[in-house]
């Protein structure tokens, strides 16, 4: 361009002397001769101009268009000459922080800048600042924040002829962006790597660092990376976009970590060459976790044991070791009333006590297991005799024998074990676990932190009882119970009182079911509220057709579960059933075990007063025998007491016997309660009865229980 002014004044130039020359030829030719030349000069002169034209019109063309394209594009420019006047600029260029509007001609930079900076030592020394970078040639580019907001990224270039040009692209959205992936860069949860073809670091993020210890390491080879896996085609044998497992030992203060590694291909690097970028993901507190998580699958997580799921494996091993094995089980005793009396946290405290002491007497092959509550489980391979299996059962009550103090007192720690042993008692792993527990039954039943060893005998009763379960609850389906019923007296005159209702669980083969062996296996079934209710029912409907007869005792008893004494619709259906069979309530009377009142006292004193609030007698049964105490009588203000019959087989003879039936007797007159005896088989109890006072007897001695038509022909 600066050339082309150059041609276009020195042509101007030349065309100006020519025709000032011509002008002067002309004044000194004749008057005739003028016009011709005057005409040759002015078709010179055109000629000159077109000549001139022609010759810079592609060069002005040229320049037109590189005009209007920088015009167009984002770069915007501004010439400045040495002094910081403005000798030209673009349309749209924008001054930092200066009126993009029209500027006159000779203006000068510091003129604009004050101009919008205003005034004010800020504005002064911002207007100083911004001269300083125009005039210093070594800040070539930087970037200057506009006050709407609008970032302009500038390149400066000192010309030839000491003018300063200044170009400017406004970069506000790719700084955006370059902030977003930055934020990015820092903020993912992965560690970001650049390496270059040798394994050295180019750069990376504050993830990066924070895994090494709070600096970059130096290059892979520093870092310690491992590879946990096979090596694959990739940067570094890592197979690129695959997640692999990686290790990075420990190092001062930085413990091991475990971290997932992904590796980009080889890519193009920013100065030439290429460079890949690797992400790692620290995943030790997932291991961690992961390890924690598998470990309560396996383990009991108060004692720290192996939990059932452990022991259905050891157990299957057991069975599958050609040298056999035993197993122990073996349950707490008393640790309920550790619970009750003292917290869960005493029974947690027995729980990992008693765990501790039977993981120090493990032999390296066996093995020990919670199982739930307070049943543990010891397998013992090669231990194949119910004696050597026994020794170990006794080194373990030993070893729970010891005190052990909690909150300056001493806890029990005591255990019932049973035990048995494969092959001999057991085929597999399912049937030597059975038989442990059914020797653990056994064991439970005879108390005291008994030891048992496997009976066949113990799976027969087993079956047995399984047997009965079966038959018993076909039985209360089809109602194939019968009330036998044994009468109370008056010792005095042989007069009958009343009747109990006593059940009786017939076969077809004519014999009978003892209640003593059916009634606890229909508790366990939960089936003793309909058999008391069958009971109930059905001595009311006999009760109401002596009514009808005109016959029959004036009181019929009935034996009443403690889970249904428990219940507070009993006394409602009791009412419903007196008035289904128009029996008056007063010639009804509920038999309430003594030891369940000593036990459930609380739970069973509703029921009780609203049954005595409907008029129902009630009779407190087994009175005297261990349990008994004056508060169960003030409590419940029954019409009766029977006497028990473990008293009444003492007597004459039996001094302690008769102290108790001197005191029952006496407590009895002076409550004015009734006293009955149960069990009197001979005539010497009856007169030693009667020597106290008591005149009602029930038992042997007066008849036995009979069906109801037997009892009226008695």
Known sequence: MRRLRRMVALGSG????????????LISLPAAMAAAALAGLVLLLA??????????????????????AVDRTAVRYAVFARDRTLLDRSPGYDLPGVDPRPVPAGTKLDDLLAAAQGRGPDASLAVAQQIVEHEDDARSEY???????????????????GEVARFALDVTGSRARDLRARAIHESVPAAIW???PTGRTIAGNGRLADLFGGRLPAGLADSGLQQLGQPGEGPFGLPPGREVEGLLPARGRVPERRVIVVASPWLPGESGGSQAVLMLLDVTRLHAAQAQALHFAWHDPLTGLPNRFRFQQALAELAASPDGGSLLVLDLAGLRAVNDSLGQGAGDAVLREAARRLREGLRPRDGVFRLGGDEFALTAVGIRTPHAAGAIAGRIQRSLAAPFEFNGGSLPLRASIGHACLPE?????????????LALAQAKRAGNGAVVAYDPALGERVARRLAMRQRLAAAIAAGGFQLAWQPQVDARTGSLRGAEALIRWPLGSGGVVSPADFLPEAEAMGLMPEIDAWVLNEALRQKAAWRAAGTGPEIVGVNISPVTLRDQEFPARVQAALA?????PEELEVEIPEDVAARDLDAIAPVLHELIADGVRLSLDDFGGGRSALAHLLRLPV???????????GLPGGARERAILRAVATLARGMEIPL??????????????LAEGCTVMQGWLFGRAVPAGELMAR
């Open 14 to 25: 030349l065309l100006l002397a020519s025709v000032l020359a011509a002008a002067l030829a």
């Open 47 to 68: 000629g000159g101009v077109l000549v001139t034209l022609l010759a810079t019109w592609p060069r002005l063309r040229r320049a037109a268009l590189l005009r209007e």
């Open 143 to 161: 970037d200057r924040a506009l006050p709407d907001g609008r970032t302009l990224q500038v390149s400066k270039r000192r010309l030839s002829g």
């Open 194 to 196: 650049h390496l270059d």
């Open 425 to 437: 008692d057991a085929a597999d792993a399912d049937g030597l676990h059975r038989a442990a527990a």
């Open 580 to 584: 289904l069979y128009g029996v008056p």
């Open 639 to 649: 019409d009766q007491v029977k006497l028990d019959r473990s008293i009444v087989a």
């Open 676 to 689: 009955l005896a149960e069990g009197v088989e001979t005539e010497a109890q009856r007169e030693a009865l």
